[in-house]
């Protein structure tokens, strides 16, 4: 982990919003640089002071993939604690109204590389260690996409 991400994000519990973007049978995920290693996820950032958690979606999606989002219901949560990063992340199921699909930015620390619709296939064929830990709990986005409850990844 580089330095700057522990300074930011360390050593504090951070609740973050996120998005599960379906198009057909592909899920939408963003590609992160950190350093020579990749991190995709799905689309979700930080919820701001004040900021209602349905509206941190909708910024997050147009900051990191261009697309305007409408959040269709709540899925799951689950909790991520790696000294010295302690994240809780509350995800909704979305659905594309308007925008362009494009590589988007992160304010924060510019590490956004890539999104990208991608099929079972081709997030099987990433290393795990590169996938957030949601993605990892199953074999194939078919339980994804029907997971429901709270977890520790």
Same mark, same amino acid.
């Given at each position: 982990m580089s330095p700057e991400i522990a300074e930011i994000y360390g050593n504090r519990v951070? #609740?973050?919003?996120c998005g599960l973007c379906w198009q057909d049978n592909s899920l939408l995920l963003v590609k992160h640089r950190m350093g020579a290693d990749e991190f995709w996820a799905p689309p979700g950032g930080g919820? $701001?002071?004040g900021e209602h958690l349905e509206d941190t979606v909708r910024r997050e999606? @147009? /900051? /990191?993939?261009g697309l305007e989002v409408t #959040?269709?219901? %709540? @899925? %799951?949560g689950c909790e991520f604690i790696k000294q010295p990063l302690h994240a809780i992340e509350l995800f909704f199921e979305v659905r594309i109204v308007g925008g362009v699909l494009k590589d988007g930015y992160d304010p924060e620390l510019q590490l956004i590389e890539k999104a990208q619709f991608l099929s079972q296939d081709e997030i099987l064929a990433k290393r795990s $260690?590169? @996938?957030h830990g949601i993605i990892n709990r199953f074999q194939n986005l078919t339980s994804l996409r029907q997971l429901t409850g709270f977890y520790r990844i």
């Open positions: 951070r #609740i973050r919003a919820v $701001e002071y999606f @147009l /900051e /990191e993939t #959040i269709d219901k %709540f @899925l %799951f $260690e590169s @996938l």
